[in-house]
């Protein structure tokens, strides 16, 4: 498919098919989710992405008809205005501003210690070095478990971080002469700066001893369970082991929802869930990761204000979907659990992008009867202003994304 094949709407729906990448921290083999959406992999993969969306890296094949096929961002680009709107399409540059995403994560393993650059960052990284900053647009993401997932999610608040001296003194180094009596972001920025200025040798002897002093009892918890099994991994002199004791480490059930904001500090440590983002790859690096790090960066950048981490509460709409709302402008995300069910989905003011996890779903264009049957992982594109379209589950949930509102 040329970018300048030009495509009717009245063709639509257009089933969408995503591509999944492996990675040393994604689960192995059947333990992954993404391993039922792309059946025939070897064994032993680590299955760790699954993107359904139009970045450049690596876009989703659309099905125009039994013979017509091709890339999605090229069909996007020759189409923009017909499938976006022109609003969209100039706004964005006749690209997808938005991704969706199935990550399936190794406890053994996790992600590592990162942040993701706000806008003006974005293309200042992006011109200075687009090998390991592919992107000049910023990542503000969403995360929807699909099984409970564990993750680091920027600074203890002040009397968390106080408990955790308590009970592990030895952190005191981290503190180089400071107080808790300096203004909260100046007093992070301290700790986080002097845990990277160890270096191996001084970081390994700490890590060893908070070993030491959690083996016994003390400082039990789930941050103490994942030091331990994180350390198996990455070994002692890896300051992502240390981070984790400064920074939260919690729990999001299914149903809840997770947001990361640029410059956010974060790791995902272990599960299954749905990403929605501003389609953008840029990553700052730290810790816990054999990847490239720059750490001066992620200093410079990170958000260094303590934080409660809010789970999100979807808010059903009309459509019957539960939405959650995030202030990007790139992206709104919902999702009908899985289930028998029958809805429909409009396009007015806006285009669709669903993905339905679980068995087979039919969607059908009211208006001219043409539908699409998904399996497990696949998408329909739904163009703007092409009327309603139904939607039939047998038992699968359906994830919609849409571009967000101004």
């Known amino acids: 498919m040329s970018s300048g094949q030009f495509v009717k709407k009245s063709e639509a729906p257009f089933r969408i098919i995503g591509k999944a990448k492996t990675s040393s921290w994604g689960k192995v083999g059947r333990e992954s989710r993404i391993s039922a959406i792309v059946p025939g992999h070897a064994p032993e993969a680590c299955l760790a992405e699954y993107w359904l969306g139009a970045h450049d890296s690596m876009p989703s094949e659309v099905l125009i008809d039994a013979e017509t096929r091709g890339p999605l961002n090229a069909f996007l680009k020759g189409n923009a205005v017909e499938l976006l709107g022109s609003v969209a399409a100039e706004r964005y540059s006749s690209e997808l501003p938005f991704l969706l995403k199935v990550l399936s994560i190794n406890e053994a393993h996790g992600l590592s210690i990162q942040a993701h650059p706000d806008a003006v960052r974005a293309k200042r990284l992006h011109a200075l070095d687009s090998k390991n900053y592919p992107d000049a647009r910023h990542k503000p993401e969403i995360g929807l478990p699909l099984s409970p997932v564990t993750l680091l999610y920027g600074f203890k608040p002040i009397g968390d971080l106080r408990e955790v001296l308590n009970r592990l003194p030895m952190l005191g180094a981290l503190f180089g002469g400071a107080s808790f009596e300096l203004a909260g972001r100046d007093l992070y920025r301290t700790v986080f700066s002097s845990l990277f200025a160890l270096g191996p040798e001084r970081t390994a002897s ?142 007015d003011g806006g285009a669709r992008l669903l993905m339905s996890l679980g068995a087979a779903t039919v969607v059908t264009n009211l208006a001219t009867g043409r539908s699409v049957s998904l399996s497990d992982g696949d998408g329909a594109l739904l163009p703007i202003d092409t009327g309603l379209y139904e939607v039939r589950t047998h038992d699968a949930a359906v994830y919609r994304a849409s571009i967000g509102r101004e």
């Open 206 to 347: 700490l890590v060893a001893e908070i070993a030491r002093e959690t083996k016994h009892g003390k400082g039990e918890g789930l941050e103490t369970e994942v030091f331990h099994r994180l350390r198996e991994q990455y070994g002692d002199e890896d300051p992502g082991l240390i981070a984790l004791f400064i920074m939260n480490v919690i729990t999001i059930e299914p149903g809840r929802g997770i947001f990361i904001p640029a410059n956010l500090p974060h790791a995902y440590l272990a599960g299954d869930l749905v990403e929605c983002m501003a389609c953008s790859d840029n990553v700052v690096r730290g810790g816990l990761t054999p990847k490239y790090k720059d750490v001066s960066t992620l200093l410079e950048m990170v958000t260094y204000d303590p934080v409660r981490p809010q789970p999100i509460l979807p808010i059903r709409d009309a459509e019957g979907f539960l939405v959650f709302p995030t202030p990007c402008s790139e992206f709104e995300v919902g999702y009908v659990p899985a289930g028998r069910h029958v809805f429909n989905v409009s396009t």
